[in-house]
């Protein structure tokens, strides 16, 4: 093998050791939240849980070299200060790794919290949210929860 | 030539891995947005409230007929509401219906407001709340000078409105 071969093998091998797990994520969850959220019409109170379909976010982990974990955060205020943001896993995905936890809602705050933990590539792994918090004391607005995936 | 040809080949590969490296990471971003709209709901527990003016105590005017059998609900969740009543068509010469609805908490009642083909204020200083089962009392009074009044319905639309 000559010099420049060798030299570019060994750039493709550094670049597959140094890039680590790909992560991939794809859909927005988008909720109005009016009158027909109403637990039982006037004089009730908003309903205090309104859940996404499953699979509002779909994540693909890929390229990851051996066990890895899933975690999110909020980017920002993530919205109303009474309202909480909830995430969990309702599929394992596909593919050679494995996946583990997060079936069960985790709360969102400005810190990273795990969602999940895995192993190797997993592909369309489904996602669901959560609003918790909701009441006819929030005020009508838009407001909008920027979520950090990060997987490592 | 040939070293020329390697060294392209050499800056494909390097390229592509560095476009790679920016494309996929391992963080990833996505948005959860929920919009609030303004609720305004306000609902009767009968739709039918029947009144009849039929006695008087001789001397006076006929005696009004009351009625507290029915209650409202009511949930907004915006500020400085207040809850007006207006009829369908004005009532006879001589003859007026009246609403007094029990104030929801921190919000005030106007008391008996004669209703009219107008809106009339009929409670307050209404922000943000649920509540339900607040009574409604309707009266129904008439003048001597009207006279006997064929029976006859009217519609009392009761709006949450802005304004405190």
Same mark, same amino acid.
């Given at each position: 093998?000559?010099?420049p071969s060798r030299v570019i093998l060994l750039l493709i091998l550094l670049g597959r050791f140094a890039q680590g797990a790909d992560l991939i994520?794809?859909?927005?969850?988008?909720?109005?939240?009016?009158?027909?959220?109403?637990?039982?019409?006037?004089?009730?109170?908003?309903?205090?849980?309104?859940?996404?379909?499953?699979?509002?976010?779909?994540?693909t982990?890929s390229n990851a070299p051996?066990?890895?974990?899933?975690?999110?955060?909020?980017?920002?205020?993530?919205?109303?200060?009474?309202?909480?943001?909830?995430?969990?896993?309702?599929?394992?995905? %596909? @593919?050679?790794?494995?996946?583990? +936890?997060?079936?069960?809602?985790?709360? *969102? $705050? =400005? #810190?990273?919290?795990?969602?999940? %933990? @895995?192993?190797?590539?997993?592909? +369309?792994?489904?996602?669901?949210?959560? *609003? $918790? =918090? #909701?009441?006819?004391?929030?005020?009508?607005?838009?407001?909008?929860?920027?979520?950090?995936?990060t997987v490592q | 030539?040939?070293?020329s040809i390697k060294t392209t080949i050499a800056t494909v590969i390097v390229s592509s891995l560095a476009a790679s490296a920016v494309l996929a990471g391992p963080t990833a971003?996505?948005?959860?947005?929920?919009?609030?709209?303004?609720?305004?709901?306000?609902?009767?527990?009968?739709?039918?409230?029947?009144?009849?003016?039929?006695?008087?105590?001789?001397?006076?005017?006929?005696?009004?007929?009351?009625?507290?059998?029915?209650?409202?609900?009511?949930?907004?969740?915006?500020?400085?509401?207040?809850?007006?009543?207006?009829?369908?068509?004005?009532?006879?010469?001589?003859?007026?219906?009246?609403?007094?609805?029990?104030?929801?908490?921190?919000?005030?009642?106007?008391?008996?407001?004669?209703?009219?083909?107008?809106?009339?204020?009929?409670?307050?200083?209404?922000?943000?709340?649920?509540?339900?089962?607040?009574?409604?009392?309707?009266?129904?009074?008439?003048?001597?000078?009207?006279?006997?009044?064929?029976?006859?319905?009217?519609?009392?639309?009761?709006?949450?409105?802005?304004?405190?």
């Amino acid at each position: 093998m000559s010099f420049p071969s060798r030299v570019i093998l060994l750039l493709i091998l550094l670049g597959r050791f140094a890039q680590g797990a790909d992560l991939i994520s794809m859909g927005d969850w988008v909720e109005t939240i009016g009158a027909s959220k109403l637990v039982a019409g006037a004089g009730s109170d908003l309903q205090p849980q309104i859940e996404s379909v499953s699979g509002a976010t779909i994540l693909t982990i890929s390229n990851a070299p051996g066990s890895w974990i899933l975690r999110a955060r909020f980017s920002g205020t993530g919205g109303h200060p009474d309202v909480s943001v909830q995430v969990k896993r309702t599929s394992t995905g %596909s @593919g050679a790794g494995r996946i583990d +936890g997060g079936t069960t809602y985790t709360e *969102l $705050t =400005g #810190l990273d919290a795990e969602i999940c %933990s @895995g192993t190797e590539s997993r592909e +369309g792994i489904a996602l669901q949210f959560r *609003l $918790t =918090g #909701l009441s006819c004391h929030v005020s009508p607005d838009t407001y909008v929860s920027s979520i950090i995936f990060t997987v490592q | 030539m040939k070293n020329s040809i390697k060294t392209t080949i050499a800056t494909v590969i390097v390229s592509s891995l560095a476009a790679s490296a920016v494309l996929a990471g391992p963080t990833a971003q996505q948005t959860v947005t929920y919009e609030v709209s303004a609720i305004n709901e306000i609902s009767v527990s009968s739709p039918t409230v029947s009144l009849t003016v039929n006695a008087a105590t001789a001397g006076s005017a006929p005696t009004a007929a009351s009625n507290s059998s029915t209650t409202y609900a009511i949930t907004t969740n915006e500020s400085d509401r207040k809850i007006t009543g207006v009829l369908n068509s004005a009532m006879p010469s001589g003859v007026s219906l009246s609403a007094s609805l029990a104030a929801p908490t921190g919000a005030d009642s106007a008391g008996p407001v004669a209703l009219t083909g107008s809106a009339q204020d009929l409670v307050t200083g209404i922000s943000t709340l649920n509540e339900s089962g607040k009574v409604i009392t309707y009266s129904l009074s008439a003048t001597s000078a009207a006279g006997v009044v064929p029976s006859a319905s009217k519609t009392v639309t009761l709006t949450v409105t802005a304004g405190s």
